[in-house]
DNA sequence: GCATTATATTCCTTGACGAGAATATACCTC
DNA sequence: GAGGTATATTCTCGTCAAGGAATATAATGC
């Protein structure tokens, strides 16, 4: 989770991201779209491999880096704890289901 | 959404994000929950604060830091853009949509 | 095998960040 | 206003990460 945090807190990894959610790309490719040169990127590129966010596929010389989907899903899992607080509808909805109409219509939000 | 994501890379800041989910807390609390010094924890919640992470709101001497929903409810926006990735029944249901049943029922799941 | 293309790695320098210790500031009580 | 409590800031130091330049490695085609 902080090492997915650390990786996306680099601006041109979080671009990299950005990018590759269009579908895999070569390096050199994601070199000339953001304006970075083939080190840096070969050097970020393997930032986020190593935190799972991305993953390799040799095609011919090139190699072609795609988006990994378990650190997001992890990332929305763990957001999803924070759903009460930054959700201001569930709060209210919670206090008048509570407060008052118990009862009378339990229109289906399950809590969890 | 950088800056939530640089504010959130460090263990000490995210162990403190942790503890705030459970509702306000001082400065000293804080420090002797995490096992920290209290010039450390000032630090890190300047941080937080600059990140829009967290709050204060004076109570005599103390200072109660509290978590703000905007930074998280950001993050999660950004990371339903992704929810395809990761969710592989969206996939097969946009097609079917798109595919099969466009003017069929327009059952409202609206793409962006 | 050699040249070419595509990518990875190394070395170096610089800037930012975190921890610790000491000190400063703010607020309350009496 | 003196002393105590709660928090913030400053300073220094060590570490780590990012960028640039140069070089190394891998795969392809002839």
Redesign the interface.
């Known amino acids: 989770?902080?090492e997915t945090?650390?990786a996306?807190?680099?601006?041109h990894r979080?671009r990299i991201v950005e990018l590759l959610?269009s579908g895999p790309r070569a390096v050199n490719d994601i070199g000339e779209r953001l304006r970075l040169h083939q080190p840096q990127v070969s050097k970020h590129l393997r930032v986020l491999k190593e935190a799972g966010l991305v993953d390799v596929q040799p095609r011919a010389q090139q190699r072609l880096y795609e988006?990994r989907?378990?650190p997001?899903?992890e990332?929305?899992e763990w957001?999803e704890?924070?759903h009460q607080?930054?959700?201001?509808r569930f709060e209210a909805m919670d206090e008048l289901l509570e407060e008052l109409q118990q009862e009378e219509k339990p229109h289906g939000r399950s809590k969890k």
């Open positions: 989770m902080i945090f650390a996306l807190s680099d601006p979080f959610r988006l989907a378990q997001l899903r990332l929305h957001l704890r924070y607080l930054w959700d201001a």
